[in-house]
T-cell receptor, first 114, second 114 residues
Framework: AQTVTQSQPEMSVQEAETVTLSCTYD???????LFWYKQPPSRQMILVIR??????QNATENRFSVNFQKAAKSFSLKISDSQLGDAAMYFC???????????FGTGTSLTVIP | DGGITQSPKYLFRKEGQNVTLSCEQN?????MYWYRQDPGQGLRLIYY???????QKGDIAEGYSVSREKKESFPLTVTSAQKNPTAFYLC?????????????FGPGTRLTVT
């Protein structure tokens, strides 16, 4: 089975600063997909960004970008110019190419300090 | 608006009673999923369904049952056999499971059993 590890249960960042959330995963597959989801206090899960393992270029969505290191099985999320609305729980997720199941990490709670 | 609805938002039951959580989607998605979320444990897969009248157990299926009689509906029954049913339950859907697609989530149901 695949495993996803988020080693930072809590992180904090000053408003307008940059923060990086870590995620590592374990798989024997070569083709797969990785995701970061955001869960604000409303508890609605929102997709932040996705990365296909076969793509070498790191995905970017506005202020959110990833650092995908396939050999190291690492998939970190960088949030630039942090805003108060970024405060949430962030989950890293892995999906194999067959698309049968998602595997989620335990989450990182991000606090944004005004 | 297209989306996933879960009702009710909060549900209270007495121990020993079965309870059914509803999940409806109008996104025309083929695949649907049920997750359980507990503090510090991320999201754990209970059941998933790829097509109507077919479903598979996830990692923590014991004490739960599902049905998929219609494409848009995937209700979850928490039975009295589930030892720790109090949790936050999330329903999700995606275009399919034969290839990787992101999952879209409902707003969740908080179940409390006393």
């Amino acid at each position: 089975a695949q495993t996803v590890t988020q080693s930072q249960p809590e992180m904090s960042v000053q408003e307008a600063e940059t923060v990086t959330l870590s995620c590592t995963y374990d798989t024997s597959e070569s083709d797969y997909y990785l995701f970061w989801y955001k869960q604000p206090p409303s508890r609605q899960m929102i997709l932040v960004i996705r990365q296909e393992a076969y793509k070498q270029q790191n995905a970017t969505e506005n202020r959110f970008s990833v650092n995908f290191q396939k050999a190291a099985k690492s998939f970190s999320l960088k949030i630039s110019d942090s805003q108060l609305g970024d405060a949430a729980m962030y989950f890293c997720a892995f999906e194999s190419n067959t698309g049968n199941q998602f595997y989620f990490g335990t989450g990182t709670s991000l606090t944004v300090i005004p | 608006d297209g989306g996933i609805t879960q009702s009710p938002k909060y549900l209270f039951r007495k121990e020993g009673q079965n309870v059914t959580l509803s999940c409806e989607q109008n996104l025309n998605h083929d695949a649907m999923y049920w997750y359980r979320q507990d503090p510090g444990q991320g999201l754990r897969l209970i059941y998933y369904s790829q097509i109507v009248n077919d479903f598979q157990k996830g990692d923590i299926a014991e004490g739960y049952s599902v049905s998929r009689e219609k494409k848009e509906s995937f209700p979850l029954t928490v039975t009295s056999a589930q030892k720790n049913p109090t949790a936050f339950y999330l329903c999700a859907s995606s275009w399919g499971t034969q290839t990787a697609y992101e999952q879209y989530f409902g707003p969740g149901t908080r179940l409390t059993v006393t």
